[in-house]
């Protein structure tokens, strides 16, 4: 499941609008939310690292993902990041799982009580701690607009151990069929933002199981699986 398609208007006002924090609490509000997959995501499966037990994982623009339960389950230590309280909530509550919350200056901690999982609800740019082993990107950089990806790939640096583990998801389309998000994001992008130390894995055709973007005059749709290191 890829994000639903967003409301037509100028290129420039959508993208104003998908850079603002209340573009994403509204369509949680408003459950306009495609980007959300009901199984774990097959790439995350296929190319997730071997890691050692309770290593570090952080997972930005998280939503309600089934992905972190995984990761958890390969005995990772999770820490999702998700702007809307809706989403993190709804991600406890549907998964039957108890938790707590503490309170921050910068957002809400989410902490699962008998699971290594935590949710920081807050902004991105503002979540701050100490290093992880390892990155999982299916839907934070393919969602935000061209000017915003390398301050947020400069985030998740920093955010990183050195040789910390990556797995990035990303789409490409022509861009001129559709306007995100998601956003086509090119190979020759990623080189740019990741260095050559990030290889690319794999690429899937999604066109023929995405009918709502052929509609929107998509003829091609690509998932690209890129895997390395900071």
């Known amino acids: 499941m890829l994000p639903q398609d967003c409301p037509q208007g100028s290129g420039r006002s959508r993208t104003a609008a998908n850079m603002n924090p209340s573009f994403w609490l509204k369509r949680w509000k408003e459950n306009r939310i495609g980007f959300h997959q009901s199984k774990v995501n097959d790439s995350l499966v296929r190319y997730w690292p071997p890691l050692a037990s309770q290593s570090r994982v952080l997972v930005p623009l998280c939503g309600k993902s089934l992905d972190l339960l995984w990761l958890v389950e390969?005995?990772?230590?999770?820490?999702?990041?998700?702007?809307?309280?809706l989403a993190v909530e709804a991600f406890f509550e549907e998964q039957g799982i108890d938790y707590e919350t503490s309170t921050q200056e910068t957002g809400?901690?989410?902490r699962a009580r008998e699971k290594s999982l935590r949710i920081f609800g807050g902004d991105f740019f503002e979540f701050e701690a100490s290093p992880f082993d390892a990155l999982y990107d299916r839907a934070a950089l393919i969602s935000l607009p061209q000017e915003q990806r390398r301050r947020y790939t400069d985030r998740c640096r920093r955010l990183l151990s050195d040789?910390?583990?990556?797995?990035l998801v990303t789409?490409?389309?022509?861009?001129?069929?559709?306007?995100?998000?998601?956003?086509?994001?090119?190979?020759t992008e990623v080189a740019t933002l990741w260095g050559e130390?990030?290889?690319?894995?794999?690429?899937?055709?999604?066109?023929?199981?995405?009918?709502r973007f052929k509609r929107r005059g998509l003829d091609s749709l690509i998932e690209k699986t890129w895997l390395g290191q900071r």
């Open 197 to 211: 130390r990030l290889q690319f894995t794999s690429a899937e055709e999604l066109i023929e199981n995405e009918p």
């Open 163 to 167: 040789n910390a583990s990556v797995l």
């Open 171 to 187: 789409l490409e389309y022509d861009q001129q069929q559709m306007h995100g998000p998601p956003y086509s994001v090119p190979g």
């Open 108 to 110: 809400v901690i989410y």
């Open 74 to 85: 390969q005995g990772c230590n999770v820490t999702g990041i998700e702007l809307s309280p």
